[in-house]
């Protein structure tokens, strides 16, 4: 196994490159944005649009959002069940 991918350092690698272009996407709204910024921040997404599609991380995929949260009710539910 010594040609493995090394998986966890990759992902890490990613992680770290994620959170420079965050801290470069919030440094770029607080100024104008020019064609070097432009050019930087969509070939960084292509990359990780590209990194998503090749090991399926489904990144980009929207979230199903959450309505509201029952828990609490259900809790309730189970609790009085078990008393009973």
Request: proline share 1%; no cysteine.
């Amino acid at each position: 196994m010594d040609d493995d991918f090394n998986t966890p350092r990759a992902l890490a690698i990613i992680l770290n490159f994620t959170k420079h272009i965050n801290g470069k996407i919030n440094d770029i709204l607080e100024k104008e944005l020019n064609k070097m910024d432009y050019y930087f921040i969509n070939e960084s997404l292509l990359f990780l649009k590209d990194f998503d599609k090749t090991f399926k991380l489904d990144l980009f995929k929207e979230k199903e959002v959450v309505k509201e949260d029952n828990s609490s009710e259900l809790l309730e539910i189970m609790m009085n069940n078990r008393e009973n």
